[in-house]
């Protein structure tokens, strides 16, 4: 709304927006959490993360860390500054999608609108990745594959479907069930950790039974 209310710290409604003064030439460090599920989980997704008293140079050698562990696993040879750069990008970017969605072990369901326990991962454009960033994923990241194939077939229980380009709901703005091709190359190549028969009967779905409209909608 239009309203300005100065130095008050609290307020309700539907659209909020806030702002602060600091002294001029300080140093202000802020933790921002977020939550699908509710504003007491933001504040506990604060403290899971980035607990009060982390510095910010803590939080930057933390996530360093944990993307050099990944980087390190690869080793260039013959590239110059240019490819080399090109290339870790590119590493970089395809660790970036499927992405967590889940909170403290539980996640808030757009296809149900209910709060569940487990894991959930949202970023799914799996019509640009199932050719190869999904091999890659199962080699590089296998520790995320179960999760990963786990949060498609909670997709599939709660929205009747697996999904195409999920963001947080099913966007349905691409075509094929590529989906299929996920769960069967995670199981050929070993993947474990997940309802096999759950994910038969979720690719058997997409295979043989047409999505509502699919016929009619332009």
Do not use: C
Request: aromatic share 12%; no cysteine.
């Amino acid at each position: 709304n239009t309203t300005n209310s100065h130095l008050s710290t609290t307020s309700s409604g539907s659209l909020l927006s806030a702002y602060v003064f600091f002294e001029r030439g300080s140093s202000v460090d802020i933790r921002v959490g977020t939550s699908f599920i509710s504003i007491n989980q933001a504040r506990a997704n604060i403290d899971a993360e980035i607990p009060d008293g982390t510095s910010f140079e803590d939080t930057v050698a933390s996530t360093k860390a944990a993307w050099e562990e990944k980087l390190n696993r690869f080793k260039v040879e013959g590239a110059n500054e240019v490819q080399q750069e090109v290339f870790y990008t590119g590493i970089t970017h395809a660790l970036q999608y499927p992405y967590e969605q889940f909170e403290q072990g539980r996640y808030y369901s757009g296809y149900d609108g209910q709060v569940h326990n487990g894991q959930s991962y949202t970023g799914y454009s799996i019509w640009d990745t199932f050719r190869a960033e999904w091999a890659f994923l199962i080699l590089f990241a296998p520790e995320r594959l179960p999760g990963m194939v786990t949060s498609m077939l909670n997709d599939f229980s709660e929205g009747g479907r697996l999904p195409m380009w999920k963001n947080i709901v099913e966007t349905n703005i691409m075509v094929g069930t590529h989906a299929d091709s996920l769960v069967a190359e995670a199981f050929v190549k070993g993947v474990t950790g997940f309802d096999t028969e759950l994910a038969w009967e979720a690719v058997w779905k997409d295979a043989t039974v047409p999505p509502i409209n699919d016929l009619t909608t332009v």
